[in-house]
């Protein structure tokens, strides 16, 4: 699939926001803590994956009802649902000058159409070097899931969720500059993230 990212200008993959707020001292420690760790910022766009995907659990399997909203307070809470994972990886990138933006698909909640649907969050990153804009998901991989970055084939994409069209699941392939709106509401709106995980995601784009 083609990527298209919303902004031509890859300064704007760069900003700052309320919710990636990469200026809170917990995200400028851990991205420098990371950082010292890489090779240089391909490694470190892999350090920074592997934490999130890794280091910070999913709300839903560890069967937590906090709503988390922001980059930094993942980090603290060390919890969050997809769309609050990838504010913080958005963060960590952005904090090291490295392009993230968000990408979604649409999928099932559970394995059938008839669970209903929700959007799934993941990031879109620009490899400089690469000159390649690519997705990664750091959800979480648990239950069969297998979500990897390929640092040295990172064209090779491998997400949590290959959509499945029979199901009228897909991918969106815009990558947006913020999270889209829809999804804010729904982490806005919400006090229960379990409640929220299972009636009120939003259903499409």
Same mark, same amino acid.
């Given at each position: ?8 200008n890859?300064?704007?993959?760069l ?32 350090? #920074?994956? +592997?934490?999130? *995907?890794?280091? =910070?659990?999913?709300?839903w399997?560890? &069967? ?5 909203? @922001? ?18 990886? #958005?963060? +960590?990138?952005? *904090?090291?000058? =490295? ?5 979604? &698909? ?5 394995? @059938? ?67 889209v ?25």
């Amino acid at each position: 699939m083609k990527l298209i990212p919303k902004s031509k200008n890859l300064e704007d993959y760069l900003k700052e926001s309320p919710y990636v707020d990469y200026s809170d001292h917990t995200v400028v420690d851990k991205s420098e803590s990371l950082y010292r760790l890489s090779e240089n910022k391909l490694d470190y766009t892999e350090r #920074a994956f +592997l934490f999130v *995907r890794d280091a =910070i659990d999913h709300s839903w399997d560890i &069967q937590s009802h906090r709503v988390i909203r @922001t980059a930094s307070e993942v980090l603290k809470a060390g919890e969050g649902i997809c769309y609050a994972k990838a504010m913080l990886l #958005a963060a +960590l990138l952005r *904090r090291k000058g =490295i392009p993230a933006g968000f990408c979604y &698909q649409r999928l099932t909640i559970g394995d @059938t159409p008839d669970t209903g649907y929700c959007i799934h969050c993941l990031n879109g990153v620009y490899l400089e070097t690469e000159k390649l804009w690519i997705r990664i998901d750091a959800r979480g991989n648990t239950l069969g899931k297998n979500a990897q970055f390929n640092k040295a084939h990172p064209e090779r994409e491998h997400l949590a969720f290959p959509v499945r069209p029979e199901y009228d699941e897909r991918d969106y392939p815009e990558i947006y500059v913020s999270s889209v709106p829809a999804t804010i509401k729904a982490l806005v709106r919400n006090q229960d993230a379990l409640d929220m995980i299972l009636h009120g995601l939003p259903e499409s784009l």
